[in-house]
């Protein structure tokens, strides 16, 4: 997909005035947090406002996030008619997501699907994932498939049926295929750049407004493995 607008450290994928959808970088927080960083969504805003001479304060709504060191799609409403129809679409799963990880250890079968009950940690921040129901767990469910093997690494297309807390990472750590640079869920050294090996690729929705079928995909980083893919 062509990138409309790539300035100010910021890749413009989709931009039109109910929504606008840019490509995630590492290290980028999608919503303000206790570490004070300046979050995706005020970037998004100065950008706005730049381009459009907005006076005043810009509206823009968060829909949904990506995890610090994840990078990929994310979608923000400009509009609050936008922002309420999109949050409906996205807790109805009336939305496609599909995810790209390089993993370590080549899972068991070449595409299967994952279903395991995840219990969240607030303490230190991870979910952990659990074949049979335990107390305060939800279900989590995914598909993946493997689409090319490289000399150390797998690289897997994955498909969400949930919304889980640290989802993908925490399901792919149960059946021993960490993702490349993720400490948190078992792999044994961080990437260089302090990012994870997974990507929100590729978005399919319905619009909010004009009800156009939109499928957006975002190119992933410019990066060794994420090239040879």
């Known amino acids: 997909m062509k990138i409309i607008s790539d300035k100010n450290n910021l890749q413009i994928l989709h931009e039109d005035?109910?929504?606008i959808v840019v490509n995630k970088r590492v290290g980028d927080i999608v919503q303000g947090d206790k570490t004070g960083d300046k979050p995706l969504s005020e970037v998004v805003k100065e950008y706005?406002?730049?381009?459009?001479n907005k006076p005043g304060e810009v509206f823009l709504g968060v829909i949904h996030r990506l995890d610090r060191p994840t990078t990929g799609i994310v979608v923000f409403a400009r509009t609050s008619k936008a922002l309420s129809r999109m949050n409906e679409m996205f807790s109805?799963?009336?939305t496609q997501k599909t995810y790209w990880a390089v993993v370590k250890n080549k899972p068991e079968q070449t595409t299967a699907k994952l279903v395991h009950y995840l219990k969240r940690n607030e303490k230190n921040n991870t979910s952990k994932a659990h074949l049979k129901e335990v107390p305060d767990s939800k279900i989590a469910s995914l598909d993946y498939t493997v689409f090319k093997e490289l000399q150390n690494y797998v690289a897997l297309?994955?498909?969400?049926?949930?919304?889980?807390?640290?989802?993908?990472?925490?399901?792919l750590a149960a059946i021993g295929s960490p993702i490349k640079g993720d400490l948190k869920y078992g792999f044994d050294r961080s990437n260089p750049d302090g990012g994870i090996h997974l990507h929100a690729r590729k978005l399919f929705f319905i619009h909010p407004v004009s009800k156009?079928?939109?499928t957006i995909i975002a190119p992933t980083p410019e990066e060794t493995i994420w090239n040879a893919l």
């Open 17 to 19: 005035n109910h929504i």
């Open 48 to 52: 706005i406002k730049d381009k459009y």
């Open 92 to 94: 109805n799963r009336e």
């Open 157 to 171: 297309e994955i498909n969400l049926h949930t919304g889980r807390h640290h989802q993908i990472r925490a399901q």
């Open 212 to 214: 156009e079928e939109i």
